[in-house]
């Protein structure tokens, strides 16, 4: 297991250089950050003046030394825009990102492992037919557009439920259920043909050979091991709700960590898109770290063949 | 370029197909869908009603046909708040959706099964390395990588296609290298191998032909994701707008007056829904008819 567990540790502490990797060289792409902040009748030198300020008067391996240097001690500069830390500026709008997804990644597993469930213990039947047809559906339709049918309906037409904005708990449904949305089909689907590919395995007739109850191989033998791929989905899921969140609080005027990425790229406010994207990766990486242990301690075929992951 | 031509001539894909005792109809449905779509795209400038700039702002929001009295079938989904005919903007507005798709699918097609196929058949640095890009890429929640590509290389045509296929090239890598890896110690590849096949010859005659199915069911898949994907990026307003606005354009438009004319919200959206239910019908059906085996675990799994 310590091999495992180094292995794993090792690979995601990679990706996060990597991440860094990437972001450094997305900025230096981007153009010269110089040209933006300048107003336009500085003069050269005041120009040339102010990349030294920034450094970008350096080489770029030195640059980057002092990139990552920043990096570590979670400095990544000042908002051109917000005119604040571009981490305090983040920072204050993950919990308002943070609510939407955790209700939305509740919706998911509330509604999605029900349906999922009920699905395959009535495979081929017109219910089956119908959760299927549901998760079919729930993959494919755009999360904005529904985040708009469902303020049509229930803000609109029936006032239950505020348009848009933050508030109290009736201002987190609507959002919550367009970002879960996905999440609830993709589980319902995952669980679905995890638990028909275990209600086929010898155990489950064993089971039912020495007498236990139908429920009772439903719960204890046949549901603890469907789970198990359900949680390799969670990983995912944190990527999903992440990306949503732009989407989402965009439609329902959220201020969390979405919008404010959407609102830096046109106030080309390279700082804060820098954060936002370092720190949401730091989230996905942690996220499918804490999948790959919780996997190693459930499983323990994987937990013995570390060498083949 | 020949040779991957020919491998990926949907090796075997028709005779599995036609072994399928019938069609089932969501297949046909879906794929008919999605010929109407490319075709109403390519068709256009002949089959769309109005001009892409025609307005008229005496007929400005009129209601679709079926849902008012008042309504004629001059405007068969209605006019927005410019009195643009809809279904004329929803035909205009296809044609970038419908060039970016294939265009990206084309340069994932090529990027990601290369990757797969060196990583596995080659094994050592070369896989080690490829991986741990693919690593990295699968690390960034897709979205924001997508808004962080936006912001370095500017919104447009060719920005779309880069975001697409950066999202895009990994998963596929990841799944064709998993394919080639149970092919890499089968008999038919040693023996390729020992009677003086390059390694290209290898990868390309021997192993390519038999994952052209992952391929093909792979790409199908990413139509349905690509049209959900870049219509997302269209409404947040980083997509493409000239010449015409895309249907997320028009839908994050039509979103200012949902109150008064629903449909212009409504009506884009429901296009994009069809059309990526038909590329993921489309993908289940191929999973089914070529792949019998995985039933779309392995697809659903990793993205």
Same mark, same amino acid.
């Given at each position: 297991?310590?091999?495992?567990?180094?292995?794993?540790?090792?690979?995601?502490? +990679?990706?996060?250089?990597?991440?860094?990797?990437?972001?450094?060289?997305?900025?230096?792409?981007?153009?010269?950050?110089?040209?933006?902040?300048?107003?336009?009748?500085?003069?050269?030198?005041?120009?040339?003046?102010?990349?030294?300020?920034? =450094?970008?008067?350096?080489?770029?391996?030195?640059?980057?030394?002092?990139?990552?240097?920043?990096?570590?001690?979670?400095?990544? =500069?000042?908002?051109?825009?917000?005119?604040?830390?571009?981490?305090?500026?983040?920072?204050?709008?993950?919990?308002?990102?943070?609510?939407?997804?955790?209700?939305?990644?509740?919706?998911?597993?509330?509604?999605?492992?029900?349906?999922?469930?009920?699905?395959?213990?009535?495979?081929?039947?017109?219910?089956?037919?119908?959760?299927?047809?549901? %998760?079919?559906?729930? /993959?494919?339709?755009?999360?904005?557009?529904?985040?708009?049918?469902?303020?049509?309906?229930?803000?609109?037409?029936?006032?239950?439920?505020?348009?848009? =904005?933050?508030?109290?708990?009736?201002?987190?449904?609507?959002? %919550?259920?367009?970002?879960?949305?996905?999440?609830?089909?993709?589980?319902?689907?995952?669980?679905?043909?995890? +638990?028909?590919?275990?209600?086929? /395995?010898?155990?489950?007739?064993?089971?039912?050979?020495?007498? +236990?109850?139908?429920?009772?191989?439903?719960?204890?033998?046949?549901? $603890?091991?469907?789970?198990?791929?359900?949680?390799?989905?969670?990983?995912?899921?944190?990527?999903?709700?992440?990306?949503?969140?732009?989407?989402?609080?965009?439609?329902?005027?959220?201020?969390?960590?979405? /919008?404010?990425?959407?609102?830096?790229?046109?106030?080309?406010?390279?700082?804060?898109? /820098?954060?936002?994207?370092?720190?949401?990766?730091?989230?996905?990486?942690?996220?499918?770290?804490?999948?790959?242990?919780?996997?190693?301690?459930?499983?323990? $075929?994987?937990?013995?063949?570390?060498?083949?992951? | 370029?020949?040779?991957?031509?020919?491998?990926?001539?949907?090796?075997?894909?028709?005779?599995?197909?036609?072994?399928?005792?019938?069609?089932?109809?969501?297949?046909?449905?879906?794929?008919?869908? &999605?010929?109407?779509?490319?075709?109403?795209?390519?068709?256009?400038?002949?089959?769309?009603?109005? *001009?892409?700039?025609?307005?008229?702002?005496?007929? !400005?929001?009129?209601?679709?046909?079926?849902?008012?009295?008042?309504?004629? #079938?001059?405007?068969?989904?209605?006019?927005?708040?410019?009195?643009?005919?809809?279904?004329?903007?929803?035909? #205009?507005?296809?044609?970038?959706?419908?060039?970016?798709?294939?265009?990206?699918?084309?340069?994932?097609?090529?990027?990601?099964?290369? @990757?797969?196929?060196?990583?596995?058949?080659?094994?050592?640095?070369?896989?080690?390395?490829?991986?741990?890009?693919?690593?990295?890429?699968?690390?960034?929640?897709?979205?924001?990588?997508?808004?962080?590509?936006?912001?370095?290389?500017?919104?447009?045509?060719?920005?779309?296609?880069?975001?697409?296929?950066?999202?895009? #090239?990994?998963?596929?890598?990841?799944?064709?290298?998993? *394919?080639? &890896?149970?092919?890499?110690?089968?008999?038919?590849?040693? !023996?390729?191998?020992?009677?003086?096949?390059?390694?290209?010859?290898?990868?390309?005659?021997?192993?390519?032909?038999?994952?052209?199915?992952?391929?093909?069911?792979?790409?199908?898949?990413?139509?349905?994701?690509?049209?959900?994907?870049?219509?997302? &990026? @269209?409404?947040?307003?980083?997509?493409?707008?000239?010449?015409? !606005?895309?249907?997320?354009?028009?839908?994050?438009?039509?979103?200012?007056?949902?109150?008064?004319? #629903?449909?212009?919200?409504?009506?884009?959206?429901?296009?994009?829904?069809?059309? @990526?239910? !038909?590329?993921?019908?489309?993908? *289940?059906? &191929?999973?089914?008819?070529?792949?019998?085996?995985?039933?779309?675990?392995?697809?659903?799994?990793?993205?």
């Amino acid at each position: 297991m310590s091999g495992y567990l180094f292995q794993r540790v090792a690979l995601a502490l +990679l990706s996060i250089l990597g991440v860094l990797v990437v972001v450094f060289l997305l900025i230096r792409v981007s153009g010269d950050p110089t040209l933006l902040l300048a107003s336009p009748d500085a003069r050269p030198e005041d120009i040339q003046q102010m990349r030294a300020s920034l =450094g970008l008067d350096r080489p770029l391996h030195v640059q980057f030394f002092y990139y990552l240097r920043d990096a570590a001690r979670l400095d990544f =500069g000042e908002s051109f825009h917000w005119r604040e830390p571009a981490v305090t500026l983040v920072l204050s709008r993950f919990p308002a990102t943070l609510k939407v997804a955790a209700a939305a990644f509740l919706i998911s597993l509330l509604i999605g492992i029900p349906i999922g469930t009920f699905a395959a213990l009535k495979r081929g039947r017109l219910s089956d037919t119908l959760a299927r047809s549901f %998760a079919l559906a729930g /993959q494919a339709m755009p999360t904005f557009w529904l985040g708009i049918v469902l303020i049509l309906l229930f803000s609109v037409k029936l006032k239950w439920l505020p348009t848009s =904005g933050t508030g109290g708990i009736a201002y987190i449904v609507l959002p %919550a259920i367009t970002l879960g949305w996905f999440s609830t089909a993709a589980s319902a689907r995952l669980l679905r043909s995890s +638990l028909l590919d275990v209600l086929s /395995q010898e155990y489950i007739v064993v089971a039912y050979s020495k007498g +236990l109850k139908r429920s009772a191989v439903i719960v204890r033998h046949a549901l $603890r091991n469907a789970w198990i791929p359900l949680i390799t989905l969670l990983g995912k899921e944190i990527a999903t709700l992440l990306s949503g969140s732009a989407l989402v609080e965009t439609v329902f005027a959220i201020p969390g960590v979405g /919008q404010l990425a959407v609102q830096a790229v046109f106030a080309r406010d390279y700082p804060v898109v /820098q954060t936002i994207v370092i720190f949401t990766s730091l989230m996905l990486v942690t996220a499918n770290l804490l999948v790959d242990l919780a996997y190693g301690l459930l499983d323990p $075929r994987i937990r013995l063949s570390a060498k083949g992951a | 370029m020949s040779t991957l031509a020919a491998t990926l001539s949907l090796h075997g894909a028709v005779g599995a197909i036609r072994a399928t005792k019938r069609l089932p109809l969501s297949a046909v449905i879906a794929a008919a869908i &999605l010929v109407v779509f490319f075709g109403g795209a390519a068709l256009a400038p002949c089959i769309a009603p109005y *001009d892409r700039q025609h307005q008229n702002l005496s007929e !400005a929001r009129i209601p679709p046909v079926l849902f008012d009295a008042s309504s004629t #079938w001059k405007h068969p989904l209605g006019t927005d708040q410019l009195g643009r005919d809809e279904l004329s903007r929803l035909i #205009w507005g296809a044609q970038v959706t419908a060039l970016v798709i294939p265009l990206s699918l084309l340069v994932v097609i090529i990027v990601g099964t290369a @990757s797969g196929l060196l990583a596995a058949y080659s094994g050592g640095v070369v896989d080690l390395v490829l991986m741990r890009l693919v690593d990295v890429q699968l690390s960034i929640p897709p979205l924001i990588l997508a808004i962080a590509l936006v912001y370095a290389i500017g919104p447009g045509f060719s920005g779309i296609v880069i975001v697409l296929v950066v999202w895009s #090239w990994a998963r596929f890598a990841r799944i064709i290298r998993s *394919d080639v &890896l149970t092919q890499r110690d089968r008999e038919y590849v040693l !023996a390729a191998a020992a009677i003086g096949c390059s390694p290209w010859r290898v990868m390309l005659r021997h192993i390519l032909p038999n994952v052209a199915n992952t391929i093909l069911v792979l790409a199908t898949l990413d139509i349905g994701r690509f049209v959900v994907f870049e219509a997302g &990026l @269209s409404f947040l307003g980083l997509g493409v707008k000239k010449p015409s !606005a895309a249907w997320g354009s028009m839908l994050a438009e039509g979103r200012a007056f949902v109150v008064d004319a #629903w449909w212009l919200a409504m009506i884009p959206g429901l296009a994009i829904l069809l059309v @990526s239910l !038909a590329g993921n019908l489309l993908g *289940d059906f &191929l999973t089914d008819a070529l792949d019998p085996r995985q039933r779309g675990a392995k697809y659903a799994s990793t993205y």
